[in-house]
C-alpha cells in the first residue's frame, strides 16, 4: 500500500520532470534536465516562493510552539475550566482549512471594518489582505490559530508526563518557578517539543489550503507557496513536466530540513 501510495508516484513525478507534457498528450516529450535549468537560471519565480514558504514556516513554527506551550502550562493547573477551555481552542483544529479561510476571509474584510465603526481604532481599519506585508502576517495569524489546538494537547500531554515527585524536590531545595522550569520541565520535554517541531515544520512549508481560500496567492503573488505554486503550473498552467520539477527540488529541501530539526531536536532531549 505504502509503494503505490508514495512510492510510485515518486518515480512516475521523477519521469515526468524530465518531459515536457501538457497532460493531454498521449506521449510526454523527454528533454532531460531542461525543466531544472528553468527553473535554476531561467526562472527565478520558483525561489521567491520558496522564500515566503521559508518564511512563512519559521514564524509558524515559533508562534504555534510557543503560544500552545505557554498556554498548556496554564491549562495543567488544577483551574475549574481547564477541560473547557482545552474543548474550545482544539475547535479550530478540526474544523477544515478551506472553512477556516473563508471565515478569516469575512474577519479581516467585513469584520474588522464594522469593528473600526464602533471602535474606531486605526489597527481595524488596515487592508489586512489587501497589502502585501499585512496578507503575509494574516497567513501566519490564521495558521497558528486554526492549529494551536493540536500543539497544545501535545504539550499537555508532556507536562503531565513528568512526575511531580522532582518538581516536589526541587520546591524543597528551593528552586523558584523560573527554575524549576528551565531545568526541569523543558528539559523533560524534549520528546513532546521534537514531536510538535516536526509537525509545525511540516505543516509550514506543505501550507496550502489556507492561502488559496484567503489570497489565492495575492496581492501581486506575494503570499504564493510553494505547493500553491506547484498545484498552478501543474493543474492549471498544464506545464506537468515543469510542476514536476519544481515538486522534487521541493521535496528535497523538505527531506533535509526535517531531518537537520530531527537530528537537533532529539540531541537536546533528556530522557526520565
Known sequence: MVSITIYLPFLISSYYSLTEWNGIDREAKFIGLENFKTIF?????????LIFTGNYTALFMLFSNLFALIIALVLVQKLKTAKL??????????????IVGFIWKFIFSQGFARLYEIT?????????????????????????????????????????????DLLEAATVDGANIFQKFFKITLPLLGPSITVCMFMS?????????????????????????ATLDIYREAFQYNNYGLGSAKAIIFFIIVLILTQIVLKISRRNEVEL
Do not use: C, H
Open 41 to 49: 537560471f531561467e526562472n527565478n519565480q520558483f525561489f521567491d516562493v
Open 85 to 98: 477551555l482545552r474543548g474550545i481552542f482544539f475547535v479550530p483544529y478540526i474544523m477544515s482549512m478551506i
Open 120 to 164: 474606531e481604532l486605526g489597527l481595524l481599519n488596515l487592508s489586512w489582505l489587501g497589502n502585501s506585508e499585512l496578507a503575509f502576517y494574516s497567513v501566519v495569524l490564521v495558521g497558528v490559530w486554526q492549529q494551536l489546538g493540536f500543539y497544545i494537547v501535545l504539550y499537555i500531554a508532556g507536562l503531565q508526563a513528568i512526575p511531580g
Open 201 to 225: 515544520l511540516t505543516r509550514g512549508l506543505k501550507v496550502f489550503d489556507i492561502i488559496l481560500a484567503l489570497t489565492q496567492g495575492g496581492p501581486g503573488g506575494s503570499t504564493y507557496s
